[in-house]
């Protein structure tokens, strides 16, 4: 059967992988834990959407929901005083759970039978300098990550897009009165281009990631509660009402799932706890509140932190 416009139009893009899994203490990112602490963590995130959000001038997808689990393993170390390496290497299991028969996709999609399907995405590792404490805390990161598996990339359902990137970004953050804090945390990515056709390379894939948090401590500071906000914005890529659905060879409509402008915002409460003097635990949730070319995925999280040092 040949493909009719309607199958082209589909993407989804994990953008949640990037916000709903940031680190498990993003807003404590402008602070710097004692020389010589160790933390290893493991956090575990479950994204649901229902829909695809295309940009205003086209009109959305329903039935077109994925469901996703994500388990990510990682680790910082302060090697120096103010310094702080860490490094993090998530783990997927996703599955598409909208109309299997509403939105064929013919530039691949092997994700999207509605089986699960699990894979390694991109290893992450960066570095953060705490450049000041007073009377702001402050401190510049840098990181790379590079993609360790060969993930699918086009399709309904897909675990990211395989582009090596490098990461430069800031932490401020104010502690008020010994118990309450605020953070913002700014991230602007070098995105190498998605050169799977001359057409596609074309689109820029550099973005900026902003979170913000307000918290409130409690229990002689046991208990950390607060509240989050998170937003991606592409500096590049393609709307879906820019998408050349009429044509069934143009490799812009065919791969469009790894070039799309997502541009998205979540946002939701979270809490966590120090159970001992070595563990804590974390939970949290982000809700979508807005975006396009993207899916309109929540996600809950659930973290735990070790620290044997």
Known sequence: ???????????????????????????????????GSLDLSLDYNLGVSSK??????AASFSQAGTL?????????YVPLARLAVDVALPFVALKYTGNKMAYPHPGGGSYDDGSFHSTLTDLRVGARYQVLEEPIAL??????????????????TVAGRHLKALHLGLGIGKIFAGTAYAHLL???????????????????????????????????????????????????????????????????????D?????????VGPGASYQLTNSLAASLSARFFAYGRNTQNASVIALGFVFSPL
């Open 1 to 35: 059967m040949r493909p009719t416009p309607a199958m082209f139009r589909l993407a989804t893009v994990l953008v949640f992988v990037a916000l709903g899994s940031a680190p498990r203490a993003a807003h404590a990112q402008a602070w710097v834990g004692d020389k």
């Open 52 to 57: 695809v959000v295309a940009d205003k001038s």
């Open 68 to 76: 996703t689990n994500q388990v990510t393993l990682g680790a910082e």
């Open 139 to 156: 401190a510049p990161h840098l990181a790379f990550s590079i993609p360790v598996a060969d993930y699918e990339t086009v399709g309904n």
């Open 186 to 256: 700014y991230e602007f990515s070098l995105v190498e281009k998605y050169d799977r056709t001359p057409e596609t390379e074309s689109f820029g894939q550099n973005h900026s990631d902003l979170a913000f948090t307000l918290g409130y401590k409690l229990l002689q500071q046991r208990l950390d509660v607060h509240l989050d906000a998170n937003v991606r914005v592409a500096h590049g890529g393609v709307n879906f009402s820019e998408l050349n659905f009429s044509s069934t060879t143009d490799p812009v409509a065919l791969y469009h």
């Open 258 to 266: 790894a070039i799309l402008k997502e541009d998205i915002f979540l």
